[in-house]
């Protein structure tokens, strides 16, 4: 491709419209760590309690048809 356009190589990518990129050679995560970290400053609640993620990585979420 780059000899097709004009473009210049910067490595691996770290962020992408404002979401946090991970590349490793088990594949790619992404996150918003940064941006809410962000908005914890600007609204000057650095020091919140904070909690885990209760839910369980890997988890497919589906639709709950029934609306239980």
Known sequence: MMEEFEMTDLGKMHYFLGIEVK?????????????????????????????QNLIVLGTKLNKDMGGE
């Open 23 to 51: 590349q490793t050679s088990n594949g790619v995560s992404i996150g918003h760590k940064k941006y809410a970290e962000e908005i914890l400053k600007r609204f000057h609640m650095e020091d919140c309690n904070s909690v």
